[in-house]
């Protein structure tokens, strides 16, 4: 049951550059998440817009909702070589008996080089 | 310091010899839930806790069991590994089910069953 899928599957940037992913969805949503992964650990929660949103800013990251095109787009201003890491767009399908799973994309994997 | 602790972090089995992965956080979450991770899948749901004594089935459920006799703690049962339940492992807990609302994880189980 995929619901977000990120693009680009992977990007190389210099330390510096703007990095920016996208994620399209296919249902109508109540929010969208982004998260970060560093290799091999767990996810951390970047950042939530809700629908009636448009725009989130949070430091560096800046997140965009276009409900109509049923997509959201991640921008990091200023990578650092920190900034290596995948990032996971994630919707909240359906209702199901209560749960909210927050199904994940597969990833868009950022690789900033010094 | 909040968190989601999993234990053990790498675990290596052999099929059928049944094993436990501990998940505990110290948020007074409510709501607790196993993700797996595969290469080419992203993650799925395994299961998740809304709270106590209440329990579900997520996506990919077979082969697994859960209980959640504590807010804390959400363990994860494997009664007959079998080998195509080799896959990175993590435990999530959020404060609410509420839809959508922000996951922590754990730093995941590598489980490897030969």
């Known amino acids: 049951s995929q619901q977000g899928e990120e693009d680009p599957q992977a990007l190389s940037i210099q330390e510096g550059e703007n990095a920016t992913m996208n994620c399209s969805y296919k249902?109508?949503?109540?929010?969208l998440q982004w998260y970060r992964q560093n290799s091999g650990r767990g996810l951390v929660h970047l950042i939530l817009?809700?629908?009636?949103?448009r725009e989130k800013h949070s430091g560096r990251l800046r997140v965009t909702l276009d409900t109509s095109k049923k997509s959201s787009s991640l921008l990091i201003t200023a990578s650092r070589a920190a900034d290596t890491a995948s990032y996971f767009c994630?919707?909240?399908?359906?209702?199901?008996?209560?749960?909210?799973?927050?199904?994940f994309g597969k990833g868009t994997r950022l690789s900033v080089i010094a | 310091e909040a968190q989601v602790t999993q234990n053990p972090r790498y675990l290596i089995t052999v099929t059928g010899k049944k094993l436990t992965v501990t998940c505990s956080q110290n948020?007074?979450?409510?709501?607790m839930s196993w993700y797996r991770q595969d290469p080419g899948l992203g993650l799925r749901q395994i299961y998740y806790?809304?709270?106590?004594?209440?329990?579900d089935k997520g996506d990919v459920p077979e082969g697994y069991k859960v209980s959640r006799k504590e807010k804390r703690n959400f363990p994860l049962i494997l009664e007959s590994p079998s080998p195509n339940q080799t896959s990175l492992y993590f435990c999530?807990?959020?404060?609410?089910?509420?839809?959508?609302?922000?996951?922590?994880f754990g730093n995941g189980t590598r489980l490897t069953v030969t």
């Open positions: 999530a807990s959020s404060l609410t089910g509420a839809i959508g609302s922000p996951l922590h």
């Open positions: 249902t109508s949503i109540n929010n």
């Open positions: 817009i809700r629908s009636n949103e």
């Open positions: 994630a919707t909240v399908v359906y209702w199901k008996s209560g749960n909210t799973p927050l199904v």
């Open positions: 948020m007074n979450h409510e709501y």
């Open positions: 806790s809304m709270n106590v004594e209440v329990t």
